[in-house]
């Protein structure tokens, strides 16, 4: 059963450059070894590396779908009532907040005519709600037709990469994060959104570091990290369809803890009571 109630983009997706000033389900325990290689002020990796994407993509599939297949979501479209329209994708484009509206776009310019360019009037109508006037009762078909098109997945990782993965890595790197905490604000970009409000990504950051300095700015990596994880948490407890925060208890602090800064496998965690493991 799908758990995207838990975790869909919370925010209008905004342009990137407004946005900042193997696989398996284990049931083993949720702890995850010290890494030695891992260090307080080190940032030995980045998430940006192709290895370290895979394992975020994975993270983040755990907590979305309950499965570490995050390339099966392709095709995923549902309303899950929580007042953004239909949810979809890879990442939980949403028809009420903008990015699903760019999405289509975006994959309108590399294909012209495809099956979804149809509805991009009524994307743009329902945009800040949660109608879907102009789009049943056939565009959740269409949509799993057009995910079987190349084209179409290749658009939705470019949105993906554009609009939350991106900007939070570069933010991530310039408050002088490793690779874990660069997941932990690419993880909340993807539940929250971008921008500025209280419970977005930007207001969520601006509480931590009103709590903690970034390493950045001389702070220690693991106060900074909770006072952001505390900051996050009470914007999940602030709206129901976010309230379920294992992913923040069972999966982000738990790496943590272990200071695995470097997020290197094997990484066990927990997501909704389900168990999961990234081995190598």
Not at 62 to 87: C, V
Not at 123 to 139: A, C, E, I, T, Y
Not at 242 to 251: E, F, G, I, L
Request: glycine share 10%.
């Amino acid at each position: 059963m799908s758990r995207r109630i838990g975790l869909t983009a919370a925010a209008v997706a905004l342009p990137a450059a407004l946005v900042f000033t193997g696989i398996g389900v284990g049931v083993g325990q949720a702890a995850t070894p010290v890494h030695s290689s891992a260090q307080e002020t080190g940032v030995a990796a980045n998430l940006d590396d192709p290895a370290k994407k895979e394992i975020a993509m994975k993270l983040v599939s755990s907590a979305e779908n309950s499965s570490l297949d995050w390339r099966g979501q392709f095709k995923y479209i549902e309303d899950i009532g929580d007042g953004r329209g239909y949810t979809a994708g890879i990442i939980g484009f949403c028809s009420g907040t903008g990015d699903m509206l760019e999405l289509v776009e975006y994959y309108t310019e590399k294909k012209p005519g495809n099956v979804l360019a149809k509805y991009l009037p009524a994307l743009r109508k329902v945009n800040g709600s949660d109608s879907h006037s102009g789009l049943d009762p056939n565009f959740t078909k269409d949509w799993k037709t057009a995910a079987a098109d190349k084209v179409f997945q290749d658009a939705q990782e470019h949105e993906r990469d554009r609009v939350y993965f991106n900007p939070s890595v570069k933010q991530g790197k310039d408050d002088g994060l490793g690779t874990l905490g660069q997941f932990i604000y690419y993880d909340a970009i993807v539940m929250h959104g971008p921008g500025s409000s209280k419970y977005s990504f930007g207001g969520i950051r601006k509480t931590a570091m009103s709590n903690a300095k970034t390493p950045a700015q001389g702070g220690n990596q693991t106060t900074y990290l909770n006072a952001f994880l505390d900051a996050r948490k009470k914007a999940m407890q602030s709206e129901e369809a976010h309230s379920d925060t294992s992913r923040v208890d069972t999966a982000q602090r738990v790496f943590l803890n272990a200071k695995n800064f470097d997020l290197n496998p094997p990484l066990k965690w927990k997501v909704y009571g389900d168990s999961f493991e990234i081995l190598s």
